[in-house]
């Protein structure tokens, strides 16, 4: 599980775009986030989980391509990934 957003980028480009893959984000790693990485992940869709909480239920599913710890969000932020820093 990454805790930055460094290597969470690394991750993603190593497991994801040599294939040429779309993938899926799923922003809420509980139950919710776990039916929807099973459902896109039987259809090969890679998804990246992310959560605050380290004890998402996603994080151990089989389907996760990567997943991350974020701090919590508030519902106006934005989240940029930015590889430059």
Known sequence: MHTEIKTLINAVRADINPAGK???????????????????????????????????????SKYIAAAALLARFRRDARLTLHDDE
């Open 22 to 60: 779309a993938a899926a984000v799923v922003f809420n790693s509980h139950i919710t986030g776990l039916a929807m990485a099973r459902s896109l992940g039987r259809r090969v869709v890679p998804v990246i989980a992310l959560n605050h909480n380290p004890y998402g239920y996603a994080f151990a």
